[in-house]
């Protein structure tokens, strides 16, 4: 067996990981599947995208040391950040708050979470066409590591990133103020309101840093393979089964899910063959809900 | 005229195939509560079912067994109904939205096996030659329409009286209960998981049949008639319709329907061929933004639920715990 699926389970998973944060802390503070979640993903690479065309031409687009791309991307992703953060926070104002304010059943959230994801997807897809889209067109050549594994810069630049980014979010939890608050309101948000914290800030919080994972996620998946309207949609699957595996609202789980749902897919490509991939993440989430429907590192709930 | 005729029997079968999808839907989501986003995949069980089963014997595939069209039909319920039990027995105990992320993930791998299990259903060729009923009568394509039309008629009456008599049985009522106040019904002695179940069962089975119905009069089916879309579509027509309401469910597929052959119609007369793709895309949009103003709008649908008994006490409208406010 070739090792290098290591490499590659380790970077989609990354990914996974990332996009499944956000599934996880709106799920455990909203308490609702947001089926809209993957248009997150996408939305911030398209975002990247269109900006990193705009900066292109200030800054030039010539390939920045090693790597594939240039600065206009690398100044575009804390951008598209911004924008789909802020996407998040109004698709909340208009949508999901309106819901919730009607005391509207979790599962009508979930249904609009359905729409929404299927409005916001083909909205790109009206905006961008159904045409793969790239970030750059330069080639890369793979460092080796021995025992025949190899990545690209690119590759492990994002490794690092998300490395970076994992670590952010984990300190924020459990270190700061808001961090604080958001478990507050995770664990019980009618005590939260009551102790004095403004539960619609943490709320928005949550759909900020969902948000803006997405996006980081999607500019991830959009230099690793390429932009198109579907590509988030397509890794729902993955990042619900990741947030499953790692237990709903664990931030650390879901990055553990996140790592082993690519893994797997990884392994999978190599010894099934590549068009079995999607099942893969369908097969985990049955395996979790039937052996430890709490998850690895989730509390089972009543 | 005639054509105009031909034209109406054809839409008006195809839109009450859909609707026996969306009685399906009702039983799982109006009558109990449980939310499927996998609708795709259990329409598609049920039509490559029931055309494995009754297409003529092929050189290149397993399955061809050429057997009667009603014998199709009831394969395509049960294998419907038995997923449909697999998954709920797996998830129906767990958070009410663990169901809507698993049959999302059935779906998606009913598409997959649909495309790759090519030996047993022509990969992404699709399977064709699947016998239409009345085809005897082909060359005249009215008639041929109008009897498709009565036998899709037929079948949703049936279904639809089937249904009537269940939700005003004991069996329908307890349904109800659970649906409005689990605590309540299970403090009353009733197993509410095995209810649910049965009624995941024969709503998922339906939409089987309403598979098979479809595969059967259009004669041809590919992995990509069940998409997310499919799913998004039958969503559409019961929550416009009203859930809960089966007249509703029928009515709101007819209107769906209407406006979303009418919009591909308008589509493809006025729209540049090669924009087309583009325009289908905003009719997308346009239809998910309509389903979630209703749901802001009018939770209710077109046409509410009849309710059998007349006390509510006040705020008992939730129908699960509501979300973080």
Known sequence: MNPQFVVDGLVAGAMIGLGAIGVTLTYSILRFANFAHGEFITAGAYAALALSGLLGAFVGSVPVGDFSFGWNVLLAVPLAILVTGGLAILLDAILFGVLRAKASAVIILVIASFGASMALRSLLEFVFTSQPAYFTNELQIAVRFGWGLRATPDQLLMLAATLVLILAVHLLMTKTQVGRRMRAVSENPAL???SGIDVRGVVRTAWFLGGGLAAAAGIMAGLLVQIRPYMGFDLLLPLFAAAILGGIGSVPGAVLGGIVVGLCEALAVQTVGAEWRAAVAFLILTLVLL????GLLGRARS | MIEILGYAAFFLTIALSYAVIALGLNVQWGQTGLFNVGVAGFVGIGAYASAILTAPDAADRIGGFALPIPLGWV??????A???LALGWLTIRLRADYLAIATFGFAVTVQLAALNLEPLTGGPFGLGFIPRPFNGFAGDPLVFGLLNLALVALVLAFVWWV???????????VLKAVREDEEAARALGKPVTRFRLQAFAIGGGIMGLGGALQAHFIGFIAPENYLPTLTFQVWTMLVV???GNNLGAVVGSVVV??????SSFLIGAAVDPADQARAAALQIVLIGVALCLILVLRPKGLLAEVLTHHRRPAGAQAQDRPATR
């Open chain 1, 291 to 294: 052996l430890r429907p709490q």
């Open chain 2, 163 to 173: 249904l009537e008599r269940l939700v005003r049985s004991p069996w329908g009522r």
């Open chain 2, 241 to 243: 319709g009203g859930a």
């Open chain 1, 192 to 194: 939260a309101r009551l």
């Open chain 2, 75 to 80: 394969a395509a319920f049960a294998a419907a």
């Open chain 2, 82 to 84: 038995l997923a449909s």
């Open chain 2, 257 to 262: 329907w209407g406006l979303w052959s009418g």
